[in-house]
């Protein structure tokens, strides 16, 4: 019963550095996205995925990129980390059907020193 | 653009009372979720209220949508120390969205103390 699963789930970066933070789905969900959540700003939506071979930005994606290859994968990358990267990262699935249960992996924390 | 707010962003509140979040949104939809956060965890889906006029109760929480007014309020009964947690709304960025996008309120932190 995996649901979500994200890796790392701790990780300290030096600025410049590059990295992908992993996410799987087991549940054959179409959609899949990425979010960050800062102290204080609730989470926000970095990219998002309507199935494999399609992916869009959301609110923040300056300094991220994503693909999906597969329909079980969705991985984030930092192509060139920053201190403001400092982060919590969520990655959630959920079926295509409008109203179906959102999940949230456990999440990944992210220090850029 | 979509703005979520929820009001209050801090409550501490005693076991026993009753209390409501409200989740104001600014665009129209038909959807909104609630969700609850425990330090250092991840998010669990409490509610997803589909139309207008949806109530949903799970033991001492009750959502409720409004979508005339934008509004969804959850409701607190007979508040126990076990529900201290973050709680946040979030509304689908677009029309007929889920997964592929939501806009997250800044979240109500609650205390329940005895």
């Known amino acids: 019963n995996a649901g979500v699963t994200q890796t790392p789930k701790f990780q300290v970066l030096k600025t410049g550095q590059s990295m992908t933070l992993q996410c799987a789905q087991d549940?054959?969900?179409?959609?899949m996205s990425w979010y960050r959540q800062d102290p204080g700003m609730g989470l926000r939506l970095i990219h998002y995925?309507?199935?494999?071979?399609?992916?869009d930005q959301g609110e923040v994606p300056n300094g991220y990129n994503v693909s999906r290859s597969t329909t079980e994968d969705f991985p984030l990358r930092l192509l060139s980390a920053a201190p403001s990267q400092t982060s919590v990262y969520f990655c959630a699935s959920s079926a295509s059907s409008p109203g179906n249960t959102i999940y949230f992996g456990e999440g990944s924390w992210l220090t850029v020193v | 653009e979509l703005k979520v707010e929820q009001n209050p962003l801090f409550l501490s509140m005693q076991e026993g009372k009753n209390y409501t979040i409200y989740c104001n949104y600014s665009?129209?939809?038909?959807?909104l979720y609630w969700y609850r956060q425990d330090p250092g965890k991840s998010l669990e889906s409490l509610f997803v209220l589909l139309s207008n006029g949806a109530v949903k109760q799970e033991g001492r929480l009750m959502a409720s949508l409004d979508t005339k007014a934008r509004l969804s309020t959850l409701h607190i009964t007979a508040a126990v120390h076990d529900l201290s947690a973050t709680y946040f709304c979030?509304?689908?960025?677009?029309?007929?969205?889920?997964?592929?996008?939501?806009?997250f309120g800044k979240g109500t932190h609650l205390i329940i103390q005895p």
């Open positions: 979030a509304v689908p960025r677009y029309s007929g969205g889920g997964a592929d996008g939501l806009t």
């Open positions: 549940m054959n969900h179409e959609y």
């Open positions: 995925s309507v199935g494999a071979g399609i992916t």
């Open positions: 665009t129209t939809s038909d959807r």
